[in-house]
């Protein structure tokens, strides 16, 4: 295992597959569906996003989560109210969200203000959902402690009992819209001279500007 490690940090990996040069559109929607179009081309989950949340300790705690839909202003992604994140967000809704993307050697980092989404969108998207993955969402209490697994899957055997037809959405469960204020796109570059474009929202309008690799 040293060895391993010891040769993992020996291995220094060269970017070389891109650069950031001639495509910086005026604001950063349309380059950031640009390049997840490109993203899904190369690698499989490239909709998989870190989302980091600061709860009200003060205490910062990452996880991954599927990015489902995109607007003009923000990235939406879907999950119980009522978990460690959904309580943080509760307490600040100050959050952020980071694509890595490997084949392309690129990340985007996005920094915003969470919201939930009007209910009649979260009940559109769950009404779309695999009637296990609904049970699902009723079932689990999401961060909460659990006795046993033998006691999710009683949980469940129980709803399937109860909602025999359709499934409702759990009021605790629906989506949160982030609303970018500022967005990094990073371009791997050789000798570690990467490429950095920053959006930032001043006065409702986007600035753009490069920062150092
Ligand atoms: C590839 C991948 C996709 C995931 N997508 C979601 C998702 O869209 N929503 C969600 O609530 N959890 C998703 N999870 C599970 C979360 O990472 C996490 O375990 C869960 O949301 C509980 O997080 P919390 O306790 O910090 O609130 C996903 C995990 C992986 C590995």
Partial sequence: MDDFLKELRNNHHNFDKGKLTDYVPEEPFTFFKKWYKEAFEFQKEANAMSLSTVGADGKPSSRIVYLKELSDQGFI???????????????????????????LERQVRVEG??????????????????RSSQLGAWASQQSRKLVSRAKLEEKIHQLNIQFPTTVPRPENWGGYIVFA?????????????????????ENNQWAIYRINP
């Fill in 77 to 103: 992604f879907f999950t119980n109210y009522q978990s460690h994140k959904g309580t943080d967000i509760e307490a600040n809704p100050y959050v952020s969200l980071l694509f890595f993307w490997p084949e």
């Fill in 181 to 201: 204020e500022k967005i990094e796109f990073w371009q791997g570059r050789p000798s570690r001279l990467h490429d950095r474009i920053v959006y930032e929202l």
């Fill in 113 to 130: 203000r969470a919201e939930k989404i009007p209910a009649a969108e979260s009940d559109d998207y769950f009404k779309s959902r695999p």
